[in-house]
């Protein structure tokens, strides 16, 4: 298994507050990536990472900020929660630049905002 | 804007039998990758198809690329329960690591 931490793994927060949550590897991957997976959605991309300091947007990145300042961590920062976000968090990792080199994904984080 | 379609997007089946699901995708793609999630639990990575007509087995699965119809098929055959779970299509969008656009997903019960 890809060496990937997600934490809290569960959160339950109220609407309004600041959450950040925190994904870490092992792996020495340069690309990092958070989504978010809802019921009749499948995945989609918030941010993504491809090195220390570089990331850009994803689909759904509005109420979302990100930041990485070292190669093993991505942090994902819900700036005031609201219950739209209330969602499971998945991190994911890749080396892309290896034939075959596929995303690798974190356990997940299941965050309640109420 | 990258679209991926997944069909069908719930199927039951008897073990033993076989099936295909289909991943049909918008917009030309380098790579299209095959994830399974059991409940309550993350993605594991199944294949990472790279060009047309590329083919991969493993086990009961074979999962297949046809980069000019802009398909891909995920075959199943003679099911077994353990089979059982949701399976995702992913596309990369151009030929850059800037994420993966996921079909919703088809979620598989496979019954004895």
């Known amino acids: 298994d890809a060496g990937i931490t997600q934490s809290p793994r569960h959160k339950v927060t109220e609407t309004g507050t600041p959450v950040t949550l925190r994904c870490h590897q092992t792996?020495?991957?340069?690309?990092m990536y958070w989504y978010r997976q809802d019921p009749g959605h499948g995945l989609r991309l918030i941010h993504y990472?491809?090195?220390?300091?570089?990331?850009d947007k994803g689909e759904v990145s509005d109420g979302y900020s990100v930041s990485r300042s070292k190669t093993e961590d991505f942090l994902l920062t819900l700036e005031s929660a609201t219950s739209s976000q209330t969602s499971v968090y998945f991190c994911?990792?890749?080396?892309?630049?290896?034939?075959?080199?596929?995303?690798?994904f974190g356990p997940g984080t299941r965050l309640l905002v109420l | 804007e990258l679209k991926v379609e997944q069909n069908p997007l719930f199927l039951s089946m008897q073990e033993g039998k076989n099936y295909t699901i289909y991943c049909n995708y918008s917009?030309?793609?380098?790579?299209l990758y095959w994830y399974r999630q059991d409940p309550g639990k993350s993605l594991e990575s199944l294949f990472v198809?790279?060009?047309?007509?590329a083919v991969k087995q493993e086990g009961r699965l074979m999962a297949s690329l046809d980069t000019k119809a802009r398909l891909s098929t995920l075959h199943i055959t003679a099911a077994v329960h353990d089979l059982s779970a949701t399976y995702f299509c992913?596309?990369?969008?151009?030929?850059?690591?800037?994420?993966?656009?996921f079909g919703k997903g088809t979620h598989l019960i496979i019954q004895p």
């Open positions: 994911a990792i890749s080396g892309r630049d290896r034939e075959q080199e596929t995303q690798y």
């Open positions: 792996e020495n991957h340069r690309y």
């Open positions: 990472s491809y090195g220390v300091k570089d990331t």
């Open positions: 917009t030309t793609s380098d790579r």
């Open positions: 198809l790279l060009s047309n007509g």
């Open positions: 992913a596309v990369e969008k151009g030929g850059g690591a800037d994420g993966l656009t």
